[in-house]
């Protein structure tokens, strides 16, 4: 009977180290977004191949529309992996496409000098932020929160009607393009992708980097070991801010316009990205490189929608909720596997 027991519960033991040291890779989020998005795109291969879904251009269409979401969702990388949350992303999008429209068309100042003023109202904005945060020991959530108002205030405050931008040099930016062999890629795409190996290079490879993976795994470990708690705070919501501030300049670019109404809710699209990303919503815990798989995997919903043709656009929230709770299970997952 011992011996009949013993192989039986020796299997067993097995499957459970392998589904445990399955859980306890940070990767797994990760893979899990990219195999997602792979077979998500060679579904609409097979689907749509007779009308145009195969070509390279649809695939850069990716990184061209949704260029501005990538970067706002790389600053919010920073902030979730520390342990915080930013709310204010949306209405500093917002807030950066009226105050350049106001600028450029209102009173006739450049785009390349209007460029700096924006980003460095968002990074002073973000830098605010997190000094409140950190000095104040006020919850993020309610600071930024702050934010959103505030920002979207200033918006109506710049003015209430939409204000189109007719400069020839923004339009000429805009219009911009960067041939890559069957396709191509706009500014505001190459901009994006350059910030993420920023990002990537600083998250990876630097002691700041490594600092906001450890502040955002243990706190009270990472003040123990004589980090710079505040000041890695507070920086991690100025490049919050300078993101959102940089994505509110590029989806200018893409919609050549300013509105107080743009970009509303996009804080939550661009948290949803990070998600879906792979990263933990507690912090310590993803990968940049996961926060484009999110970004893509949203960009993709939209455009098999867009190649249906029959289905409405809030199709693209209803998919975006589904996987949020999909990946949120799987985060609960790891997290249980850790404690125990």
């Not at 797994?28 to 251009?57: D, H, K």
């Amino acid at each position: 009977m011992s011996a009949t027991t013993q192989s039986r519960t020796a299997p067993d033991r097995r499957t459970t180290s392998k589904t445990a040291r399955l859980l306890g890779d940070r990767r797994l989020p990760v893979l899990v977004t990219a195999a997602l998005f792979l077979v998500m795109y060679i579904a609409g291969l097979s689907r749509y191949q007779n009308y145009g879904f195969a070509e390279p251009q649809v695939f850069m269409n990716l990184f061209i529309d949704n260029s501005y979401l990538l970067v706002a969702a790389v600053g919010a990388t920073f902030v979730i992996l520390s342990g915080g949350i930013d709310l204010s992303v949306g209405s500093v999008i917002g807030f950066t496409t009226m105050f350049t429209a106001w600028l450029v068309e209102r009173q006739g100042m450049p785009i390349l000098l209007v460029i700096p003023l924006a980003l460095a109202v968002g990074a002073v904005g973000g830098f605010l932020m997190g000094y409140v945060i950190q000095n104040f020991e006020i919850q993020p959530f309610i600071v930024t929160l702050a934010g959103l108002f505030l920002f979207r205030g200033l918006c109506l405050v710049i003015s209430k009607e939409s204000i189109s931008i007719t400069d020839s040099s923004v339009s000429s930016m805009a219009q911009a393009q960067v041939s890559l062999g069957a396709g191509f890629l706009s500014v505001g795409a190459i901009v994006a992708l350059v910030v993420l190996a920023a990002a990537f290079y600083v998250l990876h490879y630097t002691r700041f980097g490594r600092r906001v993976y450890a502040i955002g795994g243990n706190e009270q470990s990472a003040m123990l070991m004589g980090l710079p708690q505040g000041g890695t705070k507070i920086a991690v919501y100025t490049v919050s801010g300078f993101c959102s501030a940089l994505a509110g300049l590029l989806f200018t670019l893409y919609i050549q316009s300013g509105d107080p109404l743009h970009a509303t809710g996009m804080e939550l699209d661009a948290i949803a990205a990070v998600v879906i990303g792979g990263t933990l919503l507690t912090g310590g815990s993803g990968y940049v490189l996961g926060t484009v798989f999110g970004v893509l995997v949203l960009g993709l919903i939209k455009s098999i929608i867009q190649f249906e043709g029959t289905l409405s656009s809030w199709w693209t929230k209803i998919a975006t909720g589904v996987l949020l709770c999909a990946f949120i299970l799987i985060q609960r997952a790891m997290t249980a596997r850790k404690k125990t």
